[in-house]
């Protein structure tokens, strides 16, 4: 079945960069997201890349797809502390995206 | 401004007593759906509706009810069937097997 694992949580300092990592097991998603959650508000669509794809770069940040693997990550370059949230992957699944628990970032100055 | 709305932004629910969320989008979009949030649990899909007048249950659907008249509108019910209602609910709405946009969440408790 489908499924979607992610690490739970995240630290980091300011100005370091962050990598949030995440598994899936269905290979026939056609895309993959990446959704950041502030406290008390909905989902904001991040990114996201195609399956045919490796990488995909959008100002600071970088998606890594290896297909081989079902490996996603995401690197937050230059993490501020506004980049404190909580980041889910998902993949697309039969009737909607099927999504992690989602990792929390916390970004100390 | 194009997007969606849920409302109310925190609900009360006493024993016994069936609330509805709101959902309306106007984005144009054919398919809408209702997930549950729970603190460390991710998204739960309740229910979800790709066309007018036509919704499927998702994977946590007990103690739901939903509708579909107009293509803008999705409300949610949380009856009194389901015992433990207290979470975060979600809305979201995308054409037909894209991205998925979100509202801003109804968070509902149990008086």
């Known amino acids: 079945g489908e499924d979607v694992e992610q690490s739970l949580f995240l630290s980091v300092r300011e100005g370091d960069s962050s990598v949030i990592n995440c598994t899936y097991t269905d290979s026939s998603s056609t895309y993959l997201y990446w959704y950041k959650q502030e406290p008390g508000a909905g989902l904001q669509l991040l990114t996201y890349?195609?399956?045919?794809?490796d990488m995909k770069q959008d100002q600071r940040l970088t998606v890594l797809l290896n297909k081989k693997d079902k490996h996603l990550s995401l690197r937050i370059a230059d993490t501020q502390t506004g980049d404190s949230a909580i980041y889910f992957c998902?993949?697309?699944?039969?009737?909607?995206?099927?999504f992690g628990k989602g990792t929390m970032l916390l970004v100390s100055p | 401004d194009g997007g969606i709305t849920q409302s109310p932004k925190y609900l009360f629910r006493k024993e016994g007593q069936n609330v509805t969320l709101s959902c309306e989008q106007n984005l144009n979009h054919d398919a809408m759906y209702w997930y549950r949030q729970d603190p460390g649990q991710g998204l739960r899909l309740i229910y979800y509706s790709q066309i007018v007048n036509d919704f499927q249950k998702g994977d946590i659907a007990e103690g739901y009810s939903v509708s579909r008249e107009k293509k803008e509108s999705f409300p949610l019910t949380v009856t009194s069937a389901q015992k433990n209602p207290t979470a975060f609910y979600l809305c979201?709405?995308?054409?037909?097997?894209?991205?998925?946009?979100f509202g801003s969440g109804t968070q509902l408790s149990v008086l």
């Open positions: 890349i195609f399956s045919n794809m």
């Open positions: 998902a993949e697309t699944g039969y009737s909607t995206l099927t």
């Open positions: 979201a709405s995308s054409e037909q097997g894209g991205k998925l946009f």
